[in-house]
């Protein structure tokens, strides 16, 4: 008789433990993000921006991983709160760029020492290692599904 296959079990999913971690990480980040007035969709969105200011829509949507008719309503909030603006490309009036304002710009110095490094409980080393780890499966399940 041969050893039967153990099924597996939720704790051996690896999409569950990306999906567990990204839940845990929101309720970490929660009280930072309280603290400056923002969802972390927003917050991302702010970080995006001093990566690259002045984007279009599209753009920022593809580095955020996030359909326009999701981005738009949190550029409009971020618009209403002051951190950024939204213009109509003079190049291409079909393309909306958004850029940070000044108080975009100045919100880095208050959120960024605010990160959950320490908290992950990773050394400086292994923290690379899994941010670069799961940006490699990201990346892979992209391709995979654009090939289906």
């Not at 309720?27 to 200011?53: C, F, H, N, S």
């Not at 940006?135 to 289906?148: F, G, I, P």
Request: aromatic residues 8%; proline residues 4%.
């Amino acid at each position: 008789m041969t050893a039967r296959r153990k099924d597996p079990k939720l704790a051996d999913f690896l999409c569950f433990a990306i999906y567990s971690a990204n839940l845990a990480y929101g309720r970490a980040y929660k009280p930072i993000l309280e603290e400056l007035g923002l969802t972390y969709t927003q917050y991302i969105a702010i970080v995006a921006l001093w990566d690259e200011d002045n984007q279009t829509v599209g753009s920022l949507g593809d580095k955020l991983f996030l359909e326009s008719n999701t981005l738009t309503p949190i550029l409009k909030k971020l618009e209403e709160l002051g951190y950024v603006h939204r213009r109509r490309d003079p190049k291409d009036e079909r393309q909306v760029v958004v850029g940070l304002t000044d108080a975009g710009r100045k919100l880095r110095q208050k959120a960024m020492p605010m990160n959950l490094v320490k908290e992950t409980g990773l050394s400086p080393a292994d923290f690379a290692a899994m941010q670069k780890g799961v940006v490699r499966l990201r990346d892979n399940l992209v391709k995979a599904s654009q090939k289906r």
